[in-house]
């Protein structure tokens, strides 16, 4: 079996590329900086089915992405979650949040409607996989 995208995660946004382990993409909602990331293995559910090495990987990926992330956003704390819930192929979500955002202090998940990007999303997917890339994971 090979590494193939949800296509429900595949819909929430673009490509932003590919890390050593996890493949990137943008949350097209203009109200949050989010990201998610998941790692290009088949049939994985949770975090534990990676291999020791590769949740090693995991985690250093969440580390630099979340720093991209928020050095870009300038948001006050990073939400990190792989709920799965509603898509079982493991992914991470990384979300930049701050007070008065549009869910604040709630969660992201199911909080009112999602608001495209438009205009916008080029050059916010850009400068997010620039500033991932600054991070030196191997992109």
């Known amino acids: 079996m090979s590494?193939?995208?949800?296509?429900r995660l595949a819909a929430d946004g673009p490509a932003l590329g590919d890390l050593p382990l996890s493949h990137v993409r943008l949350v097209d909602d203009a109200r949050f900086f989010w990201i998610v990331l998941v790692p290009r293995r088949a049939g994985l559910v949770e975090i534990t089915d990676l291999s020791a090495p590769e949740r090693a990987l995991l985690m250093e990926e969440i580390a630099?992405?979340?720093?991209?992330?928020?050095a870009l956003s300038g948001c006050a704390k990073l939400n990190v979650a792989a709920l799965g819930n509603m898509v079982a192929q493991l992914h991470v979500h990384?979300?930049?949040r701050s007070p008065g955002d549009a869910?604040?202090?709630g969660?992201?998940?199911g909080a009112g409607t999602r608001e495209p990007l438009g205009e916008a999303l080029a050059p916010r997917a850009a400068a997010l996989w620039q500033a991932i890339a600054l991070q030196g994971i191997g992109v």
Do not use: R
């Open 64 to 70: 630099c992405a979340g720093a991209a992330l928020k």
């Open 103 to 105: 869910a604040w202090p």
């Open 94 to 96: 990384i979300v930049g």
């Open 3 to 7: 590494f193939a995208l949800d296509p």
């Open 107 to 109: 969660p992201v998940f």
